[in-house]
Nanobody, 122 residues
Framework: QVQLVESGGGLAQAGGSLRLSCVAS????????MGWYRQAPGKQRELVAT???????NYADSVKGRFTISRVNAKNTVYLQMNSLKPDDTAVYYC????????????????WGQGTQVSVSS
């Protein structure tokens, strides 16, 4: 079993900051790319940021300059530092990871966390 658990969501004021964390646990051999996605009410899920195992990052245009994705490979953890928050950032944020499970004959598979709510008031 592989599980991803997000934490750090909550309520923030416009211009404030939040830091999201996601920890992957279970029978894991390797983790390649990790990322954050978000889904606002009535909208499709969208990419926020991704990071490779080597630390290369990619961001949605809407969050560039405000959000920073990072990871600690030894802890199977990915972070999303969110600064200068806007009401439009309000959404459920989902962590994902491309994982090779530590079982014989396993294949790479993308896992998703349960989501954490981020609400930004003006």
């Amino acid at each position: 079993q592989v599980q991803l658990v997000e934490s750090g969501g909550g309520l923030a004021q416009a211009g404030g900051s939040l830091r999201l964390s996601c920890v992957a646990s279970g029978s894991i051999f390797l983790i390649n790319d990790m990322g954050w996605y978000r889904q606002a009410p009535g909208k499709q899920r969208e990419l926020v940021a991704t990071i490779t195992s080597g630390g290369s990052t990619n961001y949605a245009d809407s969050v560039k300059g405000r959000f920073t994705i990072s990871r600690v490979n030894a802890k199977n953890t990915v972070y999303l530092q969110m600064n200068s928050l806007k009401p439009d950032d309000t959404a459920v944020y989902y962590c994902n990871a491309h994982v090779l499970p530590a079982t014989y004959g396993s294949s790479w598979f993308t896992y998703w966390g349960q989501g954490t709510q981020v609400s930004v008031s003006s």
